[in-house]
C-alpha cells in the first residue's frame, strides 16, 4: 500500500538513505496514506493469512526500531507482525506544525490502519505512548482483537495525578527540543551497541524533524477534560468490564517513569490479567529486554 513519492507541504520526510544497514533490522517499509495526504509507514511481516497478527505500538521517543528483537520471536511462531510508526517518528511523515500532532490524529491513524489491512486475531502489543493510545483502540471495533500484551505504559484519564517521574520527563524534553535520542536510549538500556543506539536516531536528520517527538509528552491528558482523557475512562471501562480476550503483562522494574507502580494500578484495570511478569533488569523501554518476553506471550497468548 503506498502513498505518493512527494511529501506534503510542511511535511518532512526522512530519506530512506538513513535506514540503511540498522543493526538486526532488515524490514522493509510498507505505507498506509491518510485521507488528508498523511503518510505512515509500517512493516508488515509473516502471512497474511496467519492465525495470528501481532499489532506491535512503539512509544516516545522511539520507533518500530524497538522492537526488532521481538519480532523473530512472532513471525518464528508464523504469525504475522505489523508495526507501524507513528506520524513524527520513523519512517512515517513528519509535519513540521507541532499542533497538528493530537491523541485523536495518532488514534484515527492506528484505527484506519487497522480497517485498511483488514486485521483480525490481533494481539496487542503496546508500551509507552503505544498504550496510551493503543489501548484505546480495541473498544471500537472488540471483535478484532484477541489477546495483549502490555509493557510499561497507562492510561491517560486525566482524573488521577500525573507522577513526578513524568513530570520531570516532561520538562526534560521541553527543555531539550533537539533531543539526544540516540545517547538517551543508551542510558536508559546500557547494553545497546553504538550503532544501536545511532538507529534510534536514523529518523531524524536535525531538530525539525523532532516535532512530533517534542509534542507527545505535552499530549498526555492532565485533567478530566484534556483531549484524550474522556475516551480513555471510556477505555478503562471496556479493559474492566468488556474484555474477553487473554492478557500477559511484562513489567520492566527499573523504569523510574511507568514502572511497579503504575503497573500494578493498571493491572488492576484489565480483566482477567494474570500476575505480571517480572524482568528485574529491564527499564523502560522494555522491548530491549525483550526476546524472553516475546517467546512466553506467544506460547501463552
Not at 505512515?40 to 526500531?65: F, V
Not at 523532532?210 to 479493559?239: C, E, I, M, T, Y
Not at 511497579?260 to 517480572?278: D, N, S, T, Y
Request: aromatic share 10%; glycine share 10%; hydrophobic share 40%.
Amino acid at each position: 500500500m503506498a502513498g505518493e513519492d512527494t511529501p506534503l507541504p510542511h511535511v518532512l520526510r526522512t530519506p530512506d538513505e538513513r535506514f540503511a544497514n540498522l543493526p538486526g533490522w532488515a524490514g522493509e517499509p510498507r505505507y498506509f496514506q491518510r485521507p488528508d495526504g498523511l503518510r505512515l509507514a509500517y512493516l508488515d511481516d509473516g502471512p497474511r493469512q496467519a492465525a495470528r497478527t501481532w499489532l506491535c505500538l512503539h512509544g516516545q521517543p522511539t520507533w518500530s526500531y524497538l522492537y526488532r528483537r521481538m519480532i523473530p520471536v512472532f513471525a518464528a511462531a508464523g504469525d504475522r507482525v505489523v508495526a507501524p510508526d507513528f506520524l513524527g517518528f520513523g519512517r512515517s511523515d513528519k509535519p513540521l506544525d507541532e499542533t497538528i500532532y493530537t491523541f485523536e490524529l495518532h488514534r484515527d491513524s492506528l484505527l484506519g490502519l487497522v480497517e485498511a489491512l483488514d486485521l483480525r486475531n490481533i494481539v496487542l502489543v503496546v508500551q509507552d505512548w503505544g498504550g496510551l493510545i493503543g489501548l484505546t483502540l480495541p473498544m471500537a471495533a472488540p471483535e478484532r482483537y484477541a489477546s495483549l500484551l502490555v509493557m510499561n505504559t497507562t492510561l491517560g484519564t486525566g482524573d488521577q495525578p500525573l507522577g513526578e517521574g513524568f513530570l520531570a520527563w516532561r520538562t526534560f524534553s521541553n527543555k531539550n527540543p533537539d533531543l539526544a535520542i540516540g545517547k538517551l536510549m543508551q542510558r536508559a538500556c546500557p547494553h545497546l551497541s553504538d550503532a544501536e543506539a545511532a538507529a534510534y536516531d536514523a529518523p531524524y536528520p536535525d531538530a525539525a524533524y523532532k516535532a512530533g517527538v517534542r509534542r507527545f509528552p505535552n499530549l498526555v491528558p492532565d485533567r478530566p477534560d484534556a483531549p484524550g482523557a474522556a475516551l480513555s475512562r471510556q477505555a478503562r471501562d471496556f479493559w474492566r468490564t468488556r474484555w474477553t480476550g487473554r492478557s500477559l503483562m511484562a513489567i520492566g522494574m527499573k523504569d523510574p517513569v511507568l514502572g511497579p507502580p503504575v503497573m500494578r494500578a493498571l493491572h488492576g484495570h484489565i480483566r482477567g490479567c494474570p500476575p505480571p511478569m517480572e524482568i528485574a533488569d529491564g527499564g523502560h523501554f522494555l522491548q530491549e529486554w525483550g526476546r524472553e518476553i516475546a517467546t512466553e506471550a506467544a506460547r501463552v497468548l
